[in-house]
């Protein structure tokens, strides 16, 4: 996890390939950092190759084998996701995939890996009061929903209004009748007398892991846009934590890459309160979080979180990690 490169060979290389790939040196030099070049450059490498599209079939409004023969009468290739429940990749054929009858009535949801991921590994249960935390346009909701068989509660929070039309829509074109939607800061929710057994924060963040998808992210953030994210998903995680009833877990998300944004904001929220612990998630897929970045030792158990890399995985770069309150 510590790169051998001097200091000079380090910003030389990191020109290099920042020049040959269309980045900013300052992200290669960080990639360096934290794999070295061998590795930094098959990163490089899948992040120009396009993301396999994925789907998640929904039992609450069609029987999920009955929606899975009528895709594939269509013509729709599915590839079942052995850690996922109800996720398949699929491969439309020439279809858009959000054209077909079956997506227009609820019975699948367009919704990548990473994603569908963290709404596992939280795992919410029927008589779960779930807070969903920055939640459009809604695939975390619905699929919270749907694994809780429309029972217990769902609040949907989201504070950007603009999107929350998508939010409730895709509750309605789903058959969710267990959420609330809430529109408010997310970070103030420890001012309320909300007491949600799970919480699910896939907090907002700089997107350095959708760089498959969105190739502009290459040179559209510096290391500031970095730092005030971190600033603004520890505030985020701080206001959840103070909110999530004792015994109680949260899982907290981003589709970045970065340590700052992620095992650099767990460390600090472990640090400050020493009732939270990191537990291990039972699901096998990605890779182990990183509890010396750049040679800074964090917090040991920070190698329970998980991560998925292109070059890894096949799929966007996103982090998860699952923390218990007390109990």
């Known amino acids: 996890m510590i790169c051998l490169m001097s200091r000079r060979e380090l910003k030389t290389k990191a020109k290099e390939l920042a020049k040959r790939y269309g980045y900013l040196p300052y992200m290669i030099e960080r990639y360096l950092s934290l794999w070295g070049q061998e590795e930094t450059l098959r990163f490089l490498s899948a992040c120009e190759k396009p993301i396999r599209t994925a789907i998640r079939v929904n039992p609450l409004r069609n029987d999920a084998s009955s929606t899975v023969e009528s895709l594939e009468r269509k ?3 599915l590839e079942k996701i052995h850690w996922l429940q109800y996720g398949y990749y699929s491969d439309f054929k020439g279809y858009s995939p959000g054209s077909l009858i079956e997506y227009m009535l609820g ?4 919704q990548g890996v990473p994603s569908m991921t963290t709404v596992e590994v939280l795992d919410p249960k029927p008589d779960d009061i779930v807070a969903d935390l920055a939640a459009a346009p809604g695939g ?3 699929h919270l929903a ?16 603009s999107r929350l039309s998508s939010l409730k829509s895709n509750i309605l074109r789903c058959g969710v009748t267990n959420a609330i939607v809430l529109r408010g800061d997310a970070r103030k929710i420890d001012q309320t007398s909300l007491e949600p057994t799970k919480i ?7 997107g350095e892991g959708l760089i498959p998808l969105d190739p502009s992210r290459k040179t559209s953030k510096s290391m500031a ?3 005030y994210c971190a600033t603004r998903q520890d505030e985020l995680l701080d206001s959840a934590i103070r909110r999530l009833a004792v015994g109680g877990e949260i899982v907290y998300a981003t589709c970045s890459i970065a340590p700052e944004e992620n095992e650099y904001v767990i460390d600090d929220i ?3 309160y020493p009732e939270i612990r990191v537990v291990p998630i039972d699901i096998e897929f990605g ?6 970045p750049y040679g800074v030792q964090l917090d040991d158990s920070l190698k329970h979180a998980r991560r998925f890399l292109p070059h890894l995985h096949g799929t966007e770069g996103f982090f998860m990690c699952k923390m218990k309150k007390g109990g």
């Open 107 to 110: 019975y699948y949801y367009i």
């Open 225 to 227: 846009d970095i730092r």
């Open 200 to 206: 699910l924060l896939d907090a907002p963040c700089s």
């Open 146 to 161: 749907q694994l809780m068989d429309n029972s217990g509660l769902v609040i949907a929070v989201e504070q950007d209004k």
């Open 75 to 77: 013509g729709v290739g």
């Open 287 to 292: 890779s182990p979080g990183y509890p010396n």
């Open 270 to 272: 472990l640090r400050k």
């Open 140 to 142: 975390k909701t619905t």
